[in-house]
T-cell receptor, first 116, second 107 residues
Framework: DAGVIQSPRHEVTEMGQEVTLRCKPI?????LFWYRQTMMRGLELLIY????????DSGMPEDRFSAKMPNASFSTLKIQPSEPRDSAVYFC??????????????FGDGTRLSIL | GNSVTQMEGPVTLSEEAFLTINCTYT??????LFWYVQYPGEGLQLLLK?????DKGSNKGFEATYRKETTSFHLEKGSVQVSDSAVYFC??????FGTGTRLKVLA
């Protein structure tokens, strides 16, 4: 079975540019999570969706970040404009149930983002 | 609110040594507990889980027991291998993650 698929795997761009990260969750999963991982701050939950609806976006750092889930098989995380401090590995994960549940999450391999 | 605390790393061990990575939690109710492992360049993978008090999760030689009386879920392995070198995350209820503990095993 295909796992969570993220694209691109690596992205290098100049500050000020728009960045779009993509995620395809596991088929049948109804919750989707976006995380950011850095050495300094560890793993941070940015936003999660349940049944394509954003439930908690309190982790989104600022208005430059936005996330959408137009259907059950696709989500995007957009940064506009990007800044060097946004450089990190961004993970998407999906699971069978809502947050605060007893179901494990399945992670993609991440997008390594470098903003110059 | 719910939270997870795990020991600071890095942890450096020789091959075949015994491993313990401590994890304690604060929670209301009876959440499930998880350990995930992250190998270099990859996402987190579920290693094991326990859904209720006194449950023991196990996988690949790793074990952890859900201890309600001490609110702990320590990860153990009797004999580590170089291939176990990774970052290990304790998690509560599916999406509350600890800060991760890096393990380095030397040959």
């Amino acid at each position: 079975d295909a796992g969570v698929i993220q694209s691109p795997r690596h992205e290098v761009t100049e500050m000020g540019q728009e960045v779009t990260l993509r995620c395809k969750p596991i088929s049948g999963h109804n919750s989707l999570f976006w995380y950011r991982q850095t050495m300094m701050r560890g793993l941070e939950l940015l936003i999660y969706f349940n049944n394509n609806v954003p439930i908690d976006d309190s982790g989104m750092p600022e208005d430059r970040f936005s996330a959408k889930m137009p259907n059950a098989s696709f989500s995007t995380l957009k940064i506009q404009p990007s800044e060097p401090r946004d450089s990190a590995v961004y993970f998407c994960a999906s699971s069978l149930a809502t947050g605060h549940s007893n179901q494990p999450q399945h992670f993609g391999d991440g997008t390594r983002l470098s903003i110059l | 609110g719910n939270s997870v605390t795990q020991m600071e790393g890095p942890v450096t061990l020789s091959e075949e040594a015994f491993l313990t990575i401590n994890c304690t939690y604060t929670a209301t109710g009876y959440p499930s507990l998880f350990w995930y492992v992250q190998y270099p360049g990859e996402g987190l993978q579920l290693l094991l889980k326990a859904t209720k008090a006194d449950d023991k999760g196990s996988n690949k030689g790793f074990e952890a027991t859900y201890r309600k009386e001490t609110t702990s879920f320590h990860l153990e392995k009797g004999s580590v291998q170089v291939s176990d070198s990774a970052v290990y995350f304790c998690a509560l209820s599916g999406e509350i993650f600890g800060t991760g503990t890096r393990l380095k095993v030397l040959a």
